[in-house]
């Protein structure tokens, strides 16, 4: 159970990281880049293609390499596109590194899933993932008010980072560092305190 009360705390934090960039995503598109809604439509289109092909192979892996390591490597790279999208130049750059990110977080979707359903018994089973989605869907609806407030606050300011050679960030990237932090402490509270299940049995092959 402890482990269930860590992926409660984990997914909230994760349902925030996710629901502070999902708005912002879009005024970023359109305030840096003027992008009209048809291309903002498109953009969003293909990245969540991107997350549909990688769906159908991303369950498979968790089954092979375990829950854990998929679900680390998609949340890392979903994460670290989060840190990279506010240095994009163009309309190009930014929609490759949110199809990047929509990799990521489609990546590890299906293996978190699968490791909720390894932890819980099956007598509560719908309670507990109703509690899950409870969690994630509270902490959407905390990020995605606060995330445009951020992007509004700060759109506007430059910080200089002297620890980075004087690398200067523009305010708009704050938001999405906010929502890149969050998501590494979501997945490293995952690491660190959720213990995976041995599995019973060994699988002799899979294919994918």
Do not use: H
């Not at 390499?65 to 190009?92: C, D, E, M, Y």
């Amino acid at each position: 159970m402890r482990s269930v009360r860590v992926l409660y705390v984990s997914t909230l934090t994760n349902g925030f990281a996710v629901g502070f960039i999902a708005p912002v995503g879009v005024l970023f598109l359109g305030e840096i880049f003027g992008a009209i809604p048809f291309q903002i439509g498109a953009i969003l289109s293909v990245s969540g293609f991107v997350g549909i092909l990688c769906n159908f192979f991303a369950g498979k892996l968790a089954d092979i390499w375990g829950r854990k390591p998929v679900i680390a490597i998609g949340s890392l790279s979903s994460r670290l596109a989060s840190f990279v999208l506010p240095f994009t130049g163009n309309l190009w750059q930014a929609t490759g590194v949110m199809a990047f990110r929509s990799l990521g977080i489609n990546v590890s979707m299906p293996a978190g899933r699968a490791l909720r359903a390894d932890l819980v018994p099956t007598k509560i089973r719908g309670k507990l993932f109703g509690r899950f989605a409870a969690c994630f869907n509270t902490g959407m609806v905390a990020g995605a008010l606060l995330g445009p407030w951020l992007f509004n606050e700060f759109q506007f300011e430059e910080f200089r980072i002297e620890w980075l050679g004087g690398l200067t960030v523009k305010g708009i990237g704050f938001p999405f560092f906010v929502s890149g932090i969050m998501g590494l402490l979501a997945l490293a509270l995952l690491l660190l305190f959720v213990k995976e299940p041995k599995r019973k049995y060994k699988e002799k092959k899979l294919k994918l």
